[in-house]
């Protein structure tokens, strides 16, 4: 079979036909652009040979919120069944910070995120993906306490449970007064808000590198997910974002890179792929595209390594 060659970054325009055929046992996916209309997506999405995506759905640094259409809602649920892609993850806005001490910034992050749920609702995403912000101000404590009370306010009259959707709290790169750059952070926040609504975990491989955890020498990426294990639990990591990254362990620069051509190399990527305690998570790559075709190298780059 002759290896497709895209010239154009929108897979929108690529001949339908060339979308891989090889299929895999687990849920792969990538971040995956909502251009001239969130239902778009998923059509990008097959065409990169996912089965699972992730989008934003609004402008990821803007305030004012996309108009989501009933047709475009319904225009997504029809494409998801037809090409069997699931999970479906929503990805936060960056403005967010739910553990901020300045008032004003808070109430706007609160509606912000309640727009997100609302949103979630509307596409029957299974899950939506939060930051857990930054606390600066104030102490971590101060902050996690806050994001808590913030998080059960944007949801307060919404029924996730119904809707099938649950917010997962993402691990972040550890950057000075953010919270989530810990396993116990992320731990003690999906424990306080258990009870509000179904919360759960995102991590991604980047930040954990970053952060300084060593997931990349067999001994030591053991007794990471082990650490994982005993703080969040294994069978709470529903997405794993699978991103090499361009920047040193404990660095706390979150820059994504490549699959396999990073820090972390294929080798991290093929150990959690085919991990059987990990086979109910979906797999979704945050990588760059600087060519076109990028993104579905570094899905095939993921698919290929499941054994
Ligand atoms: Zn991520
Ligand atoms: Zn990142």
Redesign the pocket.
Known sequence: MAVFRPTEKDPLKWPKAVRPQWRTSRRIGIHTSIAAGVENAAERAYRLGCNTFQIFSTSPRQWRPYELGRTQCEIMNRLRQQYDLKPLVIHSNYLINLAGTNEPFLKKSVEAFRGELERALALCAEYLVLHPGSFRGASREEGLERTAIAIAEASKGLDLAKGGLTVLI?NTAGAEYSLGGTFEQVAELIEMLCRTLPVAACI?TC?VHVAGYDIVSDDGRKLTLQHLERTVGLKNVRVW?C?DAKAERGSRLDRHEHIGRGKLGLEVFRALLNDRRLRNAAFIA?TPIDDPGDDLRNVESLKKLVV
Do not use: R, V
């Open positions: 993402e991604d930040h974002h991103n945050e």
